[in-house]
């Protein structure tokens, strides 16, 4: 045993770089497999753990400051114009107001806000209950509907019209592709499809996207 030992600390004096598995080192411990470490302990805390190693495509071990790893947001879209589309109707097809496409490289936190406004062009006094709702629709998902409701009759005030806004927000994981935001808008029940617009270009109008990811 003394004798292996004695031999190996030679190696090491005699040659500054020492391989495991290869007979042609590049660094001072160059080891040609896996890298096993059986205990580890938890250092989140400890203000003086500020390095964390990182490693490149050829498997060189280094380290870079804890400080800049850090999250990044990347806005995809913002919009404040939206298409004017005509909502009203039975309310049983929502139309599309705006579809956007968006691409990532890596998986993300998504930040959706939206606030489309909703016009009203006519008085109405049939006593029934209208229902303005914008849905925020993700790869074919609906994930948040955001309503406005308008009572009329003599009680209520049944020459209300004007701009309404439905506004909301949304945030979600997704991975690394390509992914569709869209706003679909209905309102019923109305008469005609254009009694109730959804969209335009009104002070307040806005869809927008962010992207949020860790910057390494």
Same mark, same amino acid.
């Given at each position: 045993?003394?004798?292996?030992?004695?031999?190996?600390?030679?190696?090491?004096?005699?040659?500054?770089?020492?391989?495991?598995?290869?007979?042609?080192?590049?660094?001072?411990?160059?080891?040609?497999?896996?890298?096993?470490?059986?205990?580890?302990?938890?250092?989140?805390?400890?203000?003086?753990?500020?390095?964390?190693?990182?490693?490149?495509?050829?498997?060189?071990?280094? !380290?870079?400051?804890?400080?800049?790893?850090?999250?990044?947001?990347?806005?995809?879209?913002?919009?404040?114009?939206?298409?004017?589309?005509?909502?009203?109707?039975?309310?049983?097809?929502?139309?599309?107001?705006?579809?956007?496409?968006?691409?990532?490289?890596?998986?993300?936190?998504?930040?959706?806000?939206?606030?489309?406004?909703?016009?009203?062009?006519?008085?109405?006094?049939?006593?029934?209950?209208?229902?303005?709702?914008?849905?925020?629709?993700?790869?074919?998902?609906?994930?948040?509907?955001?309503?406005?409701? !308008?009572?009329?009759?003599?009680?209520?005030?049944?020459?209300?019209?004007?701009?309404?806004?439905?506004?909301?927000? !949304?945030?979600?994981?997704?991975?690394?592709?390509?992914?569709?935001?869209?706003?679909?808008?209905?309102?019923?029940?109305?008469?005609?499809?254009?009694?109730?617009?959804?969209?335009?270009?009104?002070?307040?109008?806005?869809?927008?996207?962010?992207?949020? !990811?860790?910057?390494?």
């Amino acid at each position: 045993m003394k004798k292996i030992i004695f031999l190996f600390f030679s190696c090491v004096c005699l040659n500054a770089q020492v391989g495991v598995n290869t007979a042609t080192p590049t660094r001072s411990l160059d080891v040609n497999g896996n890298l096993r470490v059986r205990t580890q302990t938890n250092q989140s805390a400890n203000a003086s753990y500020d390095n964390v190693q990182i490693a490149d495509a050829n498997g060189n071990v280094d !380290y870079i400051k804890k400080n800049v790893l850090n999250q990044q947001m990347v806005q995809l879209f913002s919009l404040t114009t939206l298409s004017a589309v005509n909502t009203g109707g039975d309310g049983t097809v929502p139309v599309s107001i705006s579809n956007q496409s968006i691409t990532l490289t890596k998986p993300a936190f998504i930040i959706i806000n939206f606030s489309v406004p909703v016009t009203l062009s006519a008085a109405f006094s049939d006593q029934r209950l209208k229902m303005l709702r914008t849905h925020l629709n993700v790869n074919g998902t609906n994930v948040v509907r955001a309503s406005n409701t !308008y009572t009329n009759g003599i009680a209520t005030g049944s020459n209300l019209t004007g701009i309404f806004y439905n506004t909301g927000s !949304y945030i979600t994981l997704l991975g690394a592709g390509t992914h569709s935001i869209q706003l679909l808008g209905t309102c019923f029940d109305f008469t005609t499809a254009s009694q109730c617009v959804q969209g335009g270009n009104y002070a307040g109008t806005l869809f927008q996207a962010f992207a949020m !990811y860790n910057d390494y």
